[in-house]
């Protein structure tokens, strides 16, 4: 496709579940962003792969979180046993390798019941 | 590392008044420069960039930004808002050239009043 895609759209899920997020990103693009935006609260840096190089895993919040990017391109976020303070809509962004900004999805909203 | 920061966090404005969304960076060598918009409702998209040459940077909807390198700040400026851009607006940072991380400040939502 065009853009970069994020599915699903929408996840209710239930406390303690473990929920899978998956973002395909434009082709050709060699870096993948995750990010989350919580209600009132800005973009929060979760994790930043980079072609073949080890991933900056530095903003993700805890080790219930991790993420996957396979064949350099689509990427899976994992968050295993949520909480409610998980809650809130998870960014996908790609960026071609000359640093010329990112090019963001229409998120993930995750809602933990 | 580079960092943004963004001292704005909810900006309210009339139609017809000026805007200048503060932005500043930390990063001790050359860098590339990006407003991003969010507008209620839809994802995030790039409104103007700053690579090199000419600091004063147009971009969509009459908006233009002005990077000043002895200040580390990349200001985003529109002589009058519409209520149409009512939206949160991000300033980003990456180092120039090659395989960096683009940074992102914590965002300023914008709210115009008819």
């Known amino acids: 496709g065009a853009g970069v895609s994020q599915s699903p759209s929408n996840k209710v899920t239930e406390k303690g579940k473990d929920v899978e997020l998956r973002c395909d990103p434009i082709?050709?693009?060699?870096?993948l962003y995750w990010y989350r935006q919580s209600l009132g609260q800005g973009l929060e840096f979760l994790i930043y792969f980079q072609g073949n190089s080890a991933p900056d895993k530095s903003g993700l919040p805890s080790d219930r979180f991790s993420a996957e990017r396979t064949g350099g391109s689509v990427s899976t976020l994992t968050i295993q046993r949520t909480q409610q303070e998980d809650s809130a809509v998870y960014l996908c962004?790609?960026?071609?390798?000359?640093?010329?900004?990112?090019?963001f999805g229409q998120g993930t909203r995750l809602t933990v019941v | 590392a580079q960092s943004v920061s963004q001292h704005n966090h909810h900006v309210i404005l009339s139609e017809a008044a000026s805007l200048e969304l503060g932005c500043n960076y930390s990063?001790?060598?050359?860098?590339?420069l990006f407003w991003y918009v969010q507008y209620p409702g839809q994802h995030l998209q790039l409104l103007l960039k700053?690579?090199?040459?000419?600091?004063l940077v147009k971009g969509i909807k009459g908006f233009e930004a002005e990077f000043i390198k002895s200040k580390f700040s990349f200001n985003l400026r529109k002589p009058s808002v519409q209520w149409s851009d009512t939206a949160e607006y991000f300033c980003?940072?990456?180092?120039?050239?090659?395989?960096?991380?683009?940074?992102f400040g914590t965002g300023t939502k914008l709210q115009v009043i008819p």
């Open positions: 700053y690579f090199s040459g000419d600091p």
């Open positions: 980003a940072v990456t180092p120039s050239g090659g395989y960096q991380k683009v940074t």
């Open positions: 962004a790609s960026s071609p390798q000359s640093g010329n900004g990112a090019f």
């Open positions: 082709s050709g693009h060699t870096a």
């Open positions: 990063y001790g060598g050359t860098v590339n």
